[in-house]
């Protein structure tokens, strides 16, 4: 089955802690990008990435960082600079020819206390 | 700042009437728009897509797009209560791959 995997489903943290949410696809998608999702606002784009070895800041990337090493994986680190980590994180991915139409990992849920 | 606005609703129908959600955006040159369905604690599910003025149909769901007025609407006809969700609207803005997202209308199907 093709599809995006994100582990894991619910993870917890101390504050001043790193984390690393994994993201992996097997569609063959180019781009790969990153969400927060707050209660009641839309979703806010963290990072993306349209070819390995490439990526660029989204909207709030301060406090978060990525990698893209090999085409089907995307992982994002959510560091201690990160003020309200505390959130639903969605990976997406596309490709030609429709890159616009996103497609959805299931999510990870992020508690930092 | 490009918007995406959204009535968050709850927006409650009966079951098997006609469901309308709207959205406006603020970016006069999209061109791609998008609606997603979410269940709570899931996440977005890609539902209809539209790219030119009209409208567009996909089984019970139809994509209405009007550009001179900055507005995308999604009917959801014969409603079931598993249609019950929160629907985003996403609109490409003018980067390359960046979606602007609106906050999303939460639909209750009323059996």
């Known amino acids: 089955d093709g599809g995006i995997t994100q582990s894991p489903k619910y993870l917890f943290r101390k504050e001043g802690q790193n984390v690393t949410l994994s993201c992996e696809q097997n569609?063959?998608?180019?781009?790969m990008y990153w969400y927060r999702q707050d209660p009641g606002q839309g979703l806010r784009l963290i990072y993306y990435?349209?070819?390995?070895?490439?990526?660029q800041k989204g909207d709030i990337a301060e406090g978060y960082s990525v990698s893209r090493e090999k085409k089907e994986s995307f992982p994002l680190t959510v560091t201690s600079a990160q003020k309200n980590p505390t959130a639903f994180y969605l990976c997406?991915?596309?490709?030609?020819?429709?890159?616009?139409?996103?497609?959805f990992g299931p999510g990870t849920r992020l508690t930092v206390t | 700042q490009k918007e995406v606005e959204q009535n968050s609703g709850p927006l409650s129908v009966p079951e098997g009437a006609i469901a309308s959600l709207n959205c406006t955006y603020s970016?006069?040159?999209?061109?791609?728009f998008f609606w997603y369905r979410q269940y709570s604690g899931k996440s977005p599910e890609l539902i209809m897509s539209?790219?030119s003025n009209g409208d567009k149909e996909d089984g019970r769901f139809t994509a209405q797009l009007n550009k001179a007025s900055q507005y995308v609407s999604l009917l959801i006809r014969d409603s079931q209560p598993s249609d019950s969700a929160t629907y985003l609207c996403?609109?490409?803005?003018?980067?390359?791959?960046?979606?602007?997202w609106g906050a999303g209308t939460k639909l209750i199907i009323k059996p």
């Open positions: 997406a991915s596309s490709s030609a020819p429709r890159r616009d139409e996103q497609y």
């Open positions: 569609l063959n998608h180019d781009a």
């Open positions: 990435s349209q070819i390995v070895n490439d990526f």
């Open positions: 970016d006069r040159v999209s061109q791609s």
């Open positions: 539209i790219y």
């Open positions: 996403a609109v490409k803005g003018d980067s390359n791959y960046q979606l602007i």
